[in-house]
């Protein structure tokens, strides 16, 4: 399947501070999806991006992917200690969806 | 109301005993999956199940076998238990068979074997 790299594995933040999440590949993708998971708990489904250079924002956190549909972000503002957790990126190629390794977020109060 | 609720939510056994994990979605959602997540979090593709038939196989062993009685339902059994099964797997569904479907997941099994 298609392989998406993300970056960092891990992301300390202070709260209160920005941060960035990438997804990488080396090939076209047809869609990206972001998915969350909070300690302890399963993946939840954040947003898809199908266009090429298409953002979406939910509160703080801008999702965009990449004109040339080969990379994505997810850039969140102002980190409260709600957002720690996982963050996956995911891609679908012959109708399965293969995850990234995920960024790790940790908060600093 | 859970929308996709598997059990047992912890699996403690011994190798070589045989177990079986059950999912359940109430979604009326046509695909459904089964996802296995390591100690390092990555989550990888076992298998995927539209309408009752097998679509995704992704090289799992054949130790591990799912079953769908219908829709609604997606079970996995696993024969002859080995250590690198201790892992946590995660059931999902789709509305459907296709590129943008988004996954709803189950709050997961964390199977470990002693």
């Known amino acids: 399947g298609q392989q998406v790299m993300q970056i960092p594995q891990y992301q300390h933040v202070q709260e209160g501070e920005d941060f960035t999440t990438y997804c990488n590949s080396s090939?076209?993708?047809?869609?990206i999806q972001w998915y969350k998971q909070r300690p302890g708990g399963h993946p939840v489904f954040l947003i898809q991006l199908v266009k090429s250079g298409e953002v979406k924002k939910q509160k703080r956190l801008t999702f965009q992917f990449g004109e040339a549909k080969k990379n994505s972000s997810l850039h969140i503002t102002a980190t409260q200690t709600t957002d720690v957790g996982t963050y996956f990126c995911?891609?679908?190629?012959?109708?399965?969806?293969?995850f990234g390794a995920g960024t790790t977020v940790t908060v600093r109060a | 109301d859970t929308a996709v609720s598997q059990t047992p939510k912890y699996l403690v056994t011994q190798m070589g005993n045989d177990k079986s994990i059950k999912c359940e979605q109430n979604l009326g959602h046509d695909t459904m999956y089964w996802y296995k997540q390591d100690s390092k979090k990555f989550l990888k593709i076992m298998f995927s199940y539209n309408n009752k038939e097998l679509i995704i196989n992704e090289t799992v062993p054949n130790r591990f076998s799912p079953k769908s009685p219908d829709k609604a339902h997606l079970n996995l059994h696993i024969n002859s238990l080995e250590l690198g099964d201790s892992a946590v797997y995660f059931c999902a569904s789709s509305q459907m068979h296709g590129h943008n479907e988004k996954l709803f997941f189950g709050s997961g099994t964390q199977l470990s074997v002693l």
């Open positions: 995911a891609s679908s190629n012959d109708y399965k969806l293969s």
């Open positions: 090939t076209t993708l047809s869609n």
